[in-house]
């Protein structure tokens, strides 16, 4: 199974973007890229997913290397809301999500 | 809205019990999972199941079982808990033709 590698934590002000990156350099040709994310006492909530091409959905963008070998997970502006643990998921087929240790994002006023 | 549901948000047992801890989604998700979370461990797979009747084991199956008797209901079974089982339990369901997974709030077990 494809493992992911991302910076443990990351800082951020609010209302400016942030650019969460994720290394998955073992990936293959047919795993998804998922992003998830848990704010405190939660469970993980789905955020975006991709194969190939750049997405945006409400929440984020995912931009997507052309290689596959790494992504990257944009919120175009940081609220305090978005202060949260984000994980960068390879999904295999048939379908199982492989979590790393994820990167904890922080969010200033 | 409820989705996945984990019997229990906070579970104290003792050293040598059997423990059950039980996960129900409401939306007929062929696909379900249980995870452990640990400080700096991240989230990790303890046993999968596709279908009913099915199991698959995880990265960390060791001391654990699981039962899947229906499609809407996954246990997962300490048989005889230990204290490195203290942990966040994650329950999650996803469909094979769906873009997401579902997690439940978790379950924190503790051994004592």
């Not at chain 1, 800082?11 to 994310?37: F, M, Q």
């Not at chain 2, 996960?23 to 400080?39: G, T």
Request: glycine share 6%; net charge neutral.
């Amino acid at each position: 199974d494809a493992k992911t590698t991302q910076p443990n934590s990351m800082e951020s002000n609010e209302e400016e973007p942030v650019h969460l990156p994720c290394n998955h350099s073992t990936i293959s040709g047919t795993d998804y890229i998922h992003w998830y994310r848990q704010l405190p006492s939660q469970g993980p909530e789905y955020v975006i997913h991709g194969l190939t091409s750049n997405v945006n959905n409400r929440m984020a963008s995912l931009a997507i290397a052309e290689d596959r070998k790494s992504s990257t997970l944009i919120l175009h502006r940081a609220t305090l809301r978005d202060a949260a643990v984000y994980y960068c998921i390879s999904r295999t087929v048939p379908d199982k999500l492989i979590f790393g240790t994820g990167t904890r994002l922080q969010v200033f006023p | 809205d409820v989705k996945v549901t984990q019997s229990s948000r906070y579970l104290v047992k003792r050293t040598g019990e059997k423990v059950f801890l039980e996960c129900v989604q409401d939306m007929d998700h062929e696909n379900m999972f249980w995870y452990r979370q640990d400080p700096g461990l991240g989230l990790r797979l303890i046993y999968f199941s596709y279908d009913v009747k099915m199991k698959e084991k995880g990265d960390i199956p060791e001391g654990y079982s699981v039962s899947r008797e229906k499609k809407e209901r996954f246990s997962l079974i300490l048989e005889s808990a230990s204290t490195n089982q203290t942990s966040m339990y994650l329950c999650a369901s996803s469909s094979s033709l769906g873009q997401s997974a579902d997690f439940g709030d978790g379950t924190r077990l503790s051994i004592l």
